[in-house]
């Protein structure tokens, strides 16, 4: 059972557009991660987030932390071709192992 | 140091033959995990290690599954009398757990798919 439930699941979208994917759960988390998977490959940290209310840039995304820590959103302005992938949240309880969302998987169309 | 390298990438096997894969972490980092990733969903926790020691497993962890990290460095993950179940991809990741706050950052290897038939 996932813990955290990310949303949509799906999402396809025009080169230009914005979007927003949400990450939700009923636990609190000590902090919460975002990764990026390409086909074939394992993920990749774009961003660590650890206090309630924060807010974090990284060029055209912009993460959140919700201030009960029990959430966040991925914000993407401008979304490129490049953006295309699988995007998930793992959240770290203080415990010994992150629990993973079943991820958003993006489409950008040129 | 490249990073997390996984070995083999892609495994075919046939049900009821053993599979042992292979990882080997960034060569400071303390802790190494194993993840399962089936498609369409996020990474499932297995197991993981600090240094030699392996101090957790998950329940997905059954009786066929068995993981090792001789003196702290590399990993091997065996599954035995593999069924179409485990048919999955399979990750590694290591990290270098710190005490202070401010989350642990996981580094993943490319995983290896494993296709049981």
């Known amino acids: 059972t996932q813990l955290l439930e990310q949303s949509p699941q799906f999402l396809s979208i025009q080169e230009g557009e914005n979007l927003t994917v949400y990450c939700n759960s009923s636990?609190?988390?000590?902090?919460l991660q975002w990764y990026r998977q390409e086909p074939g490959e394992g993920p990749v940290l774009l961003v660590t987030?650890?206090?309630?209310?924060e807010v974090k840039k990284l060029k055209r995304l912009t993460f959140q932390f919700g201030d009960a820590r029990k959430d966040s959103s991925l914000h993407i302005t401008a979304a490129q071709p490049g953006d295309t992938g699988l995007y998930l949240c793992?959240?770290?309880?203080?415990?010994?192992?992150?629990?993973f969302g079943g991820g958003t998987r993006l489409m950008v169309k040129p | 140091d490249t990073g997390v390298s996984q070995d083999p990438r892609h495994k075919i096997t046939k049900r009821g033959q053993n599979v042992t894969f292979r990882c080997d972490p960034i060569?400071?980092?303390?802790?190494l995990y194993w993840y399962r990733q089936t498609l369409g969903q996020g990474p499932e926790f297995l197991t993981y290690?600090?240094?030699?020691?392996?101090?957790?497993k998950s329940r997905l962890l059954s009786d066929r599954f068995s993981a090792e990290r001789p003196k702290g460095s590399f990993s091997t993950l065996e599954i035995q009398r593999t069924e179409q179940g485990d048919s999955a991809m399979y990750l590694c990741?290591?990290?270098?757990?710190?005490?202070?706050?401010?989350?642990?950052?996981?580094?993943f290897g490319s995983g290896t798919q494993l296709s049981v038939l």
């Open positions: 987030v650890v206090t309630g209310g």
């Open positions: 060569s400071e980092h303390n802790r």
């Open positions: 636990s609190v988390f000590s902090s």
């Open positions: 290690f600090q240094n030699e020691a392996q101090l957790e």
């Open positions: 990741a290591s990290s270098l757990k710190f005490l202070s706050r401010g989350g642990e950052k996981l580094f």
């Open positions: 793992a959240g770290d309880n203080a415990g010994n192992m992150l629990t």
